[in-house]
T-cell receptor
Framework: SQQGEEDPQALSIQEGENATMNCSYK?????LQWYRQNSGRGLVHLIL?????REKHSGRLRVTLDTSKKSSSLLITASRAADTASYFC??????????FGAGTRLFVKA | GAVVSQHPSWVICKSGTSVKIECRSL??????MFWYRQFPKQSLMLMAT?????????EQGVEKDKFLINHASLTLSTLTVTSAHPEDSSFYIC??????????????FGSGTQLSVL
């Protein structure tokens, strides 16, 4: 499969809780990015982490990357109902070719 | 930031007709664009890489005669679903990167096209 793997497939939490999503991949990457998709819409770029970086923060988002394990995680802190969406990791290989993970559907209950 | 415009947003067509989807980079040049397909509640599957001025590179299992890609300029790529059938109904999304800036590694996505074939 060309996809990366993500877990969990679906996550339901209460507003204010933290949400963690994990992504694993098989190929070598230039960088890894996380995207958000609201139902039936295009993708919104959240954060990019390069292959020589281990952790990155952006607002309530924290991303880690472990190239030895070929895995990444996305942490959303203090979640809000508006964070409800699908989240995808995307592995960028040579030539900007992008392979997406299977996605995690996050539901934040108010 | 860079903007990718995709049209139409949705299209309904009869079985056997062809449908063209456009993907435009509005404020940057994109020598390479990518076309994805997404079924409900599933991830994006890369269909093909569209290269300006040359033939597209298709992923394994994607019929090149079924999904015609043309990248005639640095700002426009089109995907034509030929002789569409109900099984072609899906959400199609394009993306592009601003490769004029080597430090810009982000992909910018169109808003997607929902195709429904009756």
């Amino acid at each position: 499969s060309q996809q990366g793997e993500e877990d969990p497939q679906a996550l339901s939490i209460q507003e204010g809780e933290n949400a963690t999503m994990n992504c694993s991949y098989k190929t070598s990457i230039n960088n890894l990015q996380w995207y958000r998709q609201n139902s039936g819409r295009g993708l919104v770029h959240l954060i990019l982490i390069r292959s020589n970086e281990r952790e990155k923060h952006s607002g309530r988002l924290r991303v880690t990357l472990d190239t030895s394990k070929k895995s990444s995680s996305l942490l959303i802190t203090a979640s809000r109902a508006a964070d409800t969406a699908s989240y995808f990791c995307a592995m960028i290989t040579g030539g900007f070719k992008t392979i997406f993970g299977a996605g995690t559907r996050l539901f934040v209950k108010a | 930031g860079a903007v990718v415009s995709q049209h139409p947003s949705w299209v309904i067509c009869k079985s056997g007709t062809s449908v063209k989807i456009e993907c435009r980079s509005l404020d940057f040049q994109a020598t390479t664009m990518f076309w994805y397909r997404q079924f409900p509640k599933q991830s994006l599957m890369l269909m093909a890489t569209s290269n300006e001025g040359s033939k597209a590179t298709y992923e394994q299992g994607v019929e090149k005669d079924k999904f015609l890609i043309n990248h005639a300029s640095l700002t426009l790529s089109t995907l034509t679903v030929t002789s569409a059938h109900p099984e072609d109904s899906s959400f199609y999304i394009c993306s592009a990167s601003d490769q004029t800036h080597s430090t810009n590694e982000k992909l910018f996505f169109g808003s997607g096209t929902q195709l429904s074939v009756l």
